[in-house]
């Protein structure tokens, strides 16, 4: 079992044809997904990377019986991408776009959950379960096959984390990119909460970094539900002043609880290991667990 993505997922590419949709439809392909075709209207009929191309998700879904999406349209349209997605029966709708207007996301984010849809980002790396399905942007080569879960708002960090942890020995069960935009589809909580349900999986890293409140209601949450599996730790933007936005849209301190102290004090208040930095992230799970790094 994994979560969210496997290699029984059929996935199609939303933008298949453009530059964006194209460079990572190819990676994702040669590291084995099964991508079944993609969705670029006016293109229908044809094929791409030896690929079919459909003109809506719609058809998409009837001829392939995809159940997975992945979003490389631009800024402008790709709301509309992810409700069309929903629409079309996809369970599972991974957003890659950066920039998404905030007033689109918040008509389709209650949009998506009325039909039963998770969506991942959007502005996010995307969903990996080593040896299986790459769905998203990050560099495969990284990521070794192994029980632990990775929940992180940044891309770059995921990454890093997931070579800590192969340095330490040990290997990632499913790692998931949130996104750094205000309001993205999935939550800390909610993605630490798939992890804890999955049988696969020992323990969790989680990564957060300033602004909102994703991180501190995640370790709330795993302590009420009595720490389950053990979890590592970490929040970037420790140097940040208040007001300035670091990076993400949503990276900017806009209360006491928002800074990386608080949240980092939150954490460890609430049973998490707290790692000071990304690269203690390896050593200190392999300390949490047991084993020799």
Request: glycine share 14%; net charge neutral.
């Amino acid at each position: 079992m994994s979560v969210l993505v496997n290699k029984d997922s059929k996935i199609i590419v939303q933008g298949f044809t453009g530059s964006e949709g194209s460079f990572h439809a190819q990676q994702m392909i040669e590291y084995g997904t099964n991508v079944v075709g993609g969705v670029t209207p006016g293109k229908g009929g044809t094929k791409h990377l030896e690929k079919p191309v459909f003109n809506s998700v719609e058809e998409a879904v009837l001829k392939t019986g995809a159940n997975t999406s992945i979003i490389f349209v631009p800024p402008a349209f790709a709301a509309d991408a992810i409700m069309e997605a929903a629409d079309a029966g996809i369970k599972v709708i991974i957003a890659i776009t950066e920039g998404i207007p905030v007033a689109d996301m918040m008509k389709a984010k209650p949009y998506i959950k009325e039909r039963g849809a998770t969506l991942i980002g959007p502005n996010c790396p995307g969903v990996i379960t080593p040896g299986e399905a790459k769905v998203g942007i990050m560099p495969g080569f990284v990521f070794k096959k192994g029980r632990i879960g990775i929940v992180s708002k940044s891309g770059t960090l995921t990454y890093e984390a997931a070579d800590q942890i192969a340095k330490a020995g040990l290997g990632v069960s499913t790692a998931i990119g949130i996104g750094g935009d205000p309001i993205i589809g999935t939550s800390t909580r909610e993605a630490v909460e798939l992890l804890m349900n999955d049988p696969e999986t020992d323990a969790i890293v989680m990564i957060g970094e300033i602004g909102g409140s994703y991180e501190a209601d995640a370790a709330r949450w795993i302590r009420a539900n009595g720490n389950k599996k053990p979890v590592v730790g970490f929040i970037a933007g420790q140097t940040a002043p208040p007001g300035r936005r670091m990076g993400h849209a949503g990276a900017i301190i806009g209360g006491a609880d928002d800074t990386a102290a608080a949240k980092m004090r939150i954490m460890a208040e609430n049973g998490i290991n707290v790692a000071e930095s990304p690269a203690e992230i390896g050593s200190l799970m392999a300390k949490v667990l047991g084993v020799v790094a």
